[in-house]
């Protein structure tokens, strides 16, 4: 998903801001905060920075979102993290609107470095985090608090993705070159559903766990600590539960890229059956359902806009078909 690069900075009238009024409800002792930043603004998601909330000069994300995702959200960081053993994010605490359908959360900023997947040693905290995750959360027995992420989850995803695609060619609106895109684009989906049986039969080995379903670059930071560095991970939207392959897609799309040989090493704790092999096998599904992710964010709720507003939609289709083919290309000739 996209990312603000600039914030929009606002200084004055804060304590007046929603955000502001409703962390003071959860931290009534807190410090007016000096400023707030817009970090992301979405239809059903926006995420603000509060600026120097303590004396020690503290920051807080706010997030405001649907009442049931942030439930989830709280869940995974209340419930969830604490039995990984690992350090984790602080959630202050979620406060509902009036209305119910959306919530205020709140969580410690991720001060630290950027990930890289160019380094392999963000790559081995990443594989050791998504491990020791997942087997905590099995372990949990959490299935019933998270939404479906298994392969018709994302088989649905393609069909939906697809029939928006062949809405607009049906037009005759579209310029040449904007419907060989759309063709394109169509025509790889149909290869791809052409091969479920086999992402199927591959991702089977794999036990089903938590998904978070967006472990991109963007959504990780490294802190170092008095006793090394750790992965602080976050923005849990497109969480749920299901076989973990996009978590585990490798350099495609801005993902994580995590260590598959740790991963493996640490998974084998639980479910020695699962071999390396299986988890590349994986991690080569994962990276056409990261991409049919990618294409959905894309498409959703487009069928009824005029080709004319499909810019940014055909910018973004564009700059993914030759990651489509390259990832189809990849897993058929590997893995078929």
């Not at 709280?74 to 969830?80: M, N, R, T, V, W």
């Not at 699962?274 to 991409?291: E, I, K, S």
Request: glycine share 6%; aromatic share 8%; hydrophobic share 45%.
């Amino acid at each position: 998903m996209s990312e603000r690069t600039t914030p929009e900075v606002l200084t004055e009238g804060v304590r007046e801001h929603p955000a502001v009024q409703a962390w003071l409800q959860i931290q009534s002792d807190s410090w007016e905060p000096s400023s707030l930043e817009l970090l992301q603004g979405r239809r059903y998601s926006t995420v603000y920075r509060l600026n120097h909330v303590r004396q020690d000069g503290a920051r807080v994300i706010a997030k405001r979102c649907r009442t049931a995702t942030a439930r989830i959200e709280h869940a995974i960081y209340e419930e969830l993290l604490p039995l990984t053993g690992m350090p984790a994010l602080h959630c202050y605490g979620l406060l509902e609107e009036p209305e119910g359908e959306f919530c205020w959360l709140f969580l410690e900023d991720a001060a630290g470095a950027r990930y890289s997947p160019q380094l392999p040693h963000n790559r081995a905290l990443a594989g050791r985090w998504l491990a020791k995750t997942q087997l905590a959360a099995m372990s949990a027995g959490l299935r019933s608090c998270f939404p479906d992420r298994g392969l018709v989850h994302y088989l649905r995803l393609l069909q939906a993705c697809r029939s928006m695609l062949l809405h607009h060619l049906d037009g005759s609106a579209m310029s040449t070159e904007d419907a060989t895109v759309f063709r394109n684009i169509a025509a790889h989906l149909d290869a791809l559903e052409s091969l479920w049986g086999e992402l199927e039969e591959i991702c089977d080995v794999m036990p089903r766990t938590l998904v978070h379903g967006d472990f991109v670059n963007k959504n990780l930071r490294v802190r170092d600590t008095a006793t090394g560095d750790v992965l602080l991970v976050f923005d849990w939207e497109f969480t749920g539960w299901g076989v973990p392959a996009a978590d585990l897609a490798q350099l495609i799309d801005r993902v994580a890229s995590p260590d598959l040989n740790l991963y493996c090493s640490i998974l084998n704790r639980e479910y020695s059956h699962v071999h390396l092999r299986d988890v590349q096998a994986v991690a080569a599904c994962g990276n056409l359902l990261r991409l049919v992710d990618q294409m959905s964010w894309t498409t959703v709720g487009q069928e009824l806009v005029c080709p004319t507003q499909l810019v940014k939609a055909l910018v973004l289709l564009r700059s993914y078909e030759p990651l489509m083919v390259k990832a189809l290309s990849a897993f058929q000739w590997d893995w078929t």
